[in-house]
């Protein structure tokens, strides 16, 4: 099982990451050893989605970084589901 999901700062900026083992991650993340997210401060996770495999999270996450739009990440966050299809 992988996951994408998805972090909100106080700043109000959003991340998008991937991963097999979503509490590790998260403790990263809080814990300020990730390099991207150290300097955004204390995150809040507001959506995790599930995927069969790594590839397809990693292919979704991809995808929604392309993107790089906040009013398409914040609304996926309000509708609580990731449309976008592997």
Do not use: C, W
Not at 40 to 63: C, F, I, W
């Amino acid at each position: 099982m992988a996951f994408v999901y998805i972090l909100k700062f106080a700043t109000g900026k959003f991340y998008v990451g991937s991963t097999t083992d979503i509490q590790n991650r998260l403790e990263h993340h809080m814990g300020g050893y990730t390099p991207s997210t150290k300097r955004l401060g204390e995150g809040k996770l507001v959506l995790k989605q599930d995927y069969p495999t790594l590839q397809e999270a990693r292919s979704v996450e991809y995808k929604l970084k392309k993107l790089k739009r906040h009013d398409y990440i914040a609304k996926i966050v309000q509708d609580g589901y990731i449309k976008i299809v592997p």
